[in-house]
């Protein structure tokens, strides 16, 4: 499942430097409580679950519930001594998963 994503953080940072990374992804986060126009309840369809990983160590994880908004958006910091690639994930019901990836370059 595809899902829209926007990822803002540098680049390239120095060796020991602080930095933000930013992440939303674009999903309804349907809690299972509203009714539709039929007065059925719609059902729930939510994110649990945001990883970040730089190179195969866990740097964020947050578990996700059904009181955050449409098209989450997280913020956190952190420090790399050396290159490598961070990986996103998302999991959610219905089998919901998403991952991006981005180089990150240390000099």
């Known amino acids: 499942m595809t899902?829209?994503?926007?990822?803002?953080m540098?680049?390239?940072?120095?060796?020991?430097e602080v930095f933000e990374i930013r992440v939303m992804i674009g999903h309804?986060?349907?809690t299972g409580y509203r009714r539709?126009?039929?007065?059925?309840?719609?059902?729930?369809d939510i994110l649990?679950?945001?990883?970040?990983?730089?190179e195969g160590e866990a740097v964020f994880s947050a578990r996700?519930?059904?009181?955050?908004?449409?098209?989450?958006?997280?913020?956190f910091e952190m420090v790399a001594d050396r290159s490598g690639e961070l990986v996103f994930s998302w999991r959610g019901d219905r089998g919901f998963a998403h991952?991006?990836?981005?180089?990150?370059?240390?000099?």
């Open 64 to 75: 996700l519930y059904p009181a955050i908004s449409a098209n989450p958006y997280l913020s």
């Open 48 to 54: 649990t679950e945001f990883r970040c990983e730089f």
């Open 99 to 107: 991952t991006e990836r981005v180089a990150l370059v240390v000099v």
């Open 36 to 44: 539709g126009s039929d007065g059925e309840r719609l059902p729930r």
């Open 10 to 16: 540098p680049r390239q940072v120095k060796r020991g």
């Open 3 to 8: 899902a829209r994503t926007l990822i803002d």
């Open 28 to 30: 309804p986060m349907e």
